[in-house]
């Protein structure tokens, strides 16, 4: 079936470090991929996705690349702030019995430290 | 603020209860979501109903059930509840039918049975 394994938290940096955050899947066809973030207290937000292979999707400075090859698609930071703090969520929608859904990892918790 | 409002943010009842979470979509958004999200399963997508049709149904016990109604808020009922369905569930919203159009997610309801 379809899933997302993303590397265990809790993670933990100084600002301006640099942040990676590890993600493979296991899919039938060819997914879209997503990462989501979910700041504390509040529901998931959309950071990026990509849809086909080697796209690269970006937003507010978070960059990630679709590979098919290696099926992954890790998210990266170069210089990581406070306000990043919050729970990254690697997400891919396949098709499943018929009609598309997301399906999630686990969540990463990301704490950065002035 | 992602326009989606859940009601209530917070329940506690007991077990063998039944108990009703609301959700109100982005205004124009036909698309209706529902997570359930918990310590050991994650976030696990439950059901989906578009324009008032159920569209797509993931991990989602008999126990439980939702409709989306004729002004696209949407109620999903939890019955004979256990001690293992206390959890975080979010619903989100987008404007089209599948996963390609980006989904916002409600601040939450947290259930806990005891």
């Known amino acids: 079936g379809n899933s997302v394994t993303q590397m265990e938290g809790p993670v933990t940096l100084s600002e301006e470090a640099f942040l990676t955050i590890n993600c493979t899947y296991t899919?039938?066809?060819?997914?879209?991929l997503f990462w989501y973030v979910q700041y504390p207290g509040e529901g998931l937000q959309l950071l990026l996705k990509?849809?086909?292979?080697?796209d690269k999707g970006s937003n507010k400075g978070f960059e990630a690349t679709y590979r098919k090859e290696t099926t992954s698609f890790h998210l990266e930071k170069g210089s990581v702030q406070v306000s990043d703090s919050a729970v990254y969520f690697c997400?891919?929608?396949?098709?499943?019995?018929?009609?598309?859904?997301?399906?999630f990892g686990k969540g990463t918790k990301l704490t950065v430290n002035p | 603020d992602s326009g989606v409002t859940q009601t209530p943010k917070h329940l506690i009842t007991a077990t063998g209860q039944r108990v009703t979470l609301r959700c109100s979509p982005r205004?124009?958004?036909?698309?209706v979501y529902w997570y359930q999200q918990s310590l050991d399963q994650g976030l696990q997508f439950l059901i989906q109903y578009y324009n008032g049709e159920e569209r797509a149904k993931g991990n989602i016990l008999e126990r439980f059930s939702a409709q989306q109604f004729p002004d696209l808020h949407s109620e999903l009922n939890l019955s004979s509840l256990e001690l293992g369905d206390s959890a975080l569930y979010f619903c989100?919203?987008?404007?089209?039918?599948?996963?390609?159009?980006?989904?916002?997610f409600g601040p939450g309801t947290r259930l806990t049975v005891t």
């Open positions: 205004s124009g958004d036909l698309s």
């Open positions: 899919a039938t066809g060819y997914p879209s």
């Open positions: 989100a919203s987008s404007v089209g039918v599948d996963t390609s159009y980006e989904q916002y």
């Open positions: 990509a849809t086909k292979a080697d």
């Open positions: 997400a891919l929608s396949a098709d499943q019995g018929g009609s598309e859904k997301l399906v």
